[in-house]
């Protein structure tokens, strides 16, 4: 099993580096492909780079660590080579203004998860996880002990969940699902309410407390 990581930025290169912390191999690719390398060569031996088209052609699962435009543009031109795949999407629709305010880039009532799962060819199966916290708090609270930080997903098909649920225990984290494509804007900034902004001021949650706010109840697909 291996797992594509196209952009190696803040996401990109925590992800990895918690992959392969657990065992799991990875391939990075990055549009400068000397920035993949030299993460690559940190990493050690399950750790290779590539080419962005060989990094997704040689993977099972495929992390798009890029911001929505960047994704978008990216799922258009290799769009063949990710029909078979699980294709993960840690993306927010926000942008920064020029007093580093976060804005929202879609209109209230659309999540990046369903622009981005529109977009993907039939036969890929989308989830959304690895981006419900920021960046610093991915690096730093994975393997919390006593009890580990929750990393909430939404998957479309069981392919995709099951996929998942191993990456994020490998990266350090219980996984929790909140539901289908059609719940992603849940976990997603500015206006999530599960998460990291949202929930429990910042503090990364529990599966105890995980649950708690993503009642049994509520549809899960
Ligand atoms: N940072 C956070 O705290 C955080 C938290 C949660 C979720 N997220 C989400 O995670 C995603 C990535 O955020 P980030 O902070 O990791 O961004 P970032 O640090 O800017 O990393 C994005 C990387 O993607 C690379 N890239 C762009 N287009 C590419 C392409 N066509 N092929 C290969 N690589 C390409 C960029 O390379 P260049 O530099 O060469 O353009 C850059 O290294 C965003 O959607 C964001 O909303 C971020």
Known sequence: ?????????????????????????????????????????????LARAASVEDAIAGADTVILALWLDQMRELISQQAARLADKVVVDP???IAFDEKGQITRTLPDDQSAGSVVAASL???????????TLSADTLAS?????????????????????????????ASGFDPLKVGGVA?????EAPSGDLHQFALNNGEPVDLDQAQAAVPPSRPTS
Do not use: Q, W
């Open 91 to 93: 993306s927010n629709p």
């Open 141 to 169: 609270v994975a393997h919390r002990e006593p009890k580990r930080a929750v990393l909430f997903y939404a998957a479309a098909d069981d392919d995709a969940a099951t996929t998942i649920e191993r990456l994020i225990r």
């Open 121 to 131: 060819p039939s036969g890929a199966h989308y989830v959304k996880a690895f981006g």
């Open 1 to 45: 099993m291996t797992t594509a990581i196209i952009g190696v930025g803040n996401i990109g290169s925590t992800v990895a580096r918690h992959l392969v912390g657990g065992g799991e191999s990875v391939v990075l690719a990055a549009r400068d492909e000397s920035r993949a390398k030299v993460l690559a060569k940190e990493l050690g031996p």
């Open 183 to 187: 719940d992603a804007g849940r976990i």
